[in-house]
């Protein structure tokens, strides 16, 4: 197989992948479902998670990759090595170089465990890079990275919000904080058992989310179908948005209050340009409706939205890899 080149985005919640030339060529969910010796994959992303809460003890399905870091290797080499056989067919993903995104705020070992995926796997990678996923995030937006003085990034992920300041190309500052969309479902799932011995899985606190979360209040319902605990029977609830929104108004108010915090510890001359270019939200749960609005109010800067925001890490991950050059400036080889 001819060289080729593909940039990785290792999201808690799904896996997204770019090929030199083609584009985005796969979007899966991060979930896999492997029988119970743990040795082989039997379903990937939405038809693995289709398992998840429902498998029977003989099926295992992992989530593999929690808070920014991977959580599950061996698992996770598993993922990679189905979907690797999905991208390259008949043949053998070997000899490619690789560009994956990891997280700026985690240890040399959190990250290398990144490169692992792709080194323990069947996959054979000629050359493998880590680039920071707040420059793959930057670069997908299309902004000047080397010119800038200043670029402020909220990527609002699944199980992590990671807030950034660039500046002439490199990265001033950036947290990594443990929370994100994943929290809303687990918030709904435990508050629905608390007050109403209502039980639900985390899938259906997701659709719940999808629903009815909001970052202004909202006057809508959704029916869901759960488990009486006293009753030990299925019962159907009717779910109003009104008892939603105080579960993730701290949530909120926390993202935006670190936000603030990042803020006030800037230099001025990076501080000023930020406020003159506006905040940038990325990622898949800066798509909660009025979630731009509630940042603005709270941190007294412009926010920029982003079309497609759960895809500018690996639309960044696509341009490094069409051009190497630049991407040499950023990108760090892992040795094989």
């Known amino acids: 197989m001819a060289k080729k080149t593909f940039g990785i985005d290792f999201g808690t919640n799904a896996i997204k992948v770019y090929k030199k030339g083609e584009g985005v060529i796969l979007s899966e969910r991060s979930a ?4 119970e010796n743990g040795k082989r994959a039997i379903a990937i992303g939405e038809k693995a998670y289709e398992m998840f809460e429902k498998a029977p003890p003989s099926i295992h399905v992992s989530l593999p990759l929690s808070r920014g870091v991977v959580a599950h290797l061996d698992e996770m080499v598993s993922l990679w090595d189905y979907m690797g056989e999905h991208i390259s067919g008949k043949r053998k993903l070997t000899h490619c170089q690789f560009y994956l995104a990891v997280p700026a705020d985690i240890t040399e070992v959190e990250k290398r465990a990144y490169s692992k995926i792709i080194t323990k796997s069947q996959t054979k990678p000629k050359k493998v890079f880590l680039i920071d996923k707040p420059i793959a995030d930057a670069v997908g937006l299309g902004l000047d990275i080397d010119r800038s003085r200043g670029i402020m990034l909220v990527n609002l992920g699944a199980d992590t919000t990671e807030i950034t300041i660039l500046s002439l190309g490199g990265i001033v500052v950036s947290k990594l904080i443990p929370y994100g969309g994943n929290d809303f479902d687990r918030n709904i799932q435990n508050y629905l058992r608390k007050k109403y011995n209502f039980v639900i899985g985390l899938k259906t606190a997701e659709n719940i989310k ?3 979360v909001s970052a202004s209040e909202i006057a809508d319902s959704i029916d869901v179908i759960g488990r009486d605990v006293l009753k030990g029977l299925p019962v159907e ?7 939603i929104y105080p579960l993730t108004k701290d949530i909120f108010s926390s993202m935006t209050s670190e936000t603030r915090s990042m803020l006030e510890h800037t230099p001025p001359e990076i501080s000023k340009e930020i406020r003159d270019n506006g905040i940038y939200l990325t990622g898949g749960t800066s798509l909660i409706a009025g979630l731009d609005q509630f940042f603005a109010n709270r941190v007294n800067i412009r926010v920029n ?3 497609h925001a759960e895809k500018t890490v690996v639309k960044g991950l696509g341009y490094l890899a069409e051009h190497p050059k630049f991407a040499g400036r950023y990108a760090v080889p892992i040795e094989l």
Request: hydrophobic share 45%.
């Open 210 to 212: 999808k629903k009815l």
């Open 237 to 243: 609830m009717t779910i109003p948005a009104d008892e």
């Open 32 to 35: 896999v479902s492997l029988l």
């Open 305 to 307: 939205t982003v079309t």
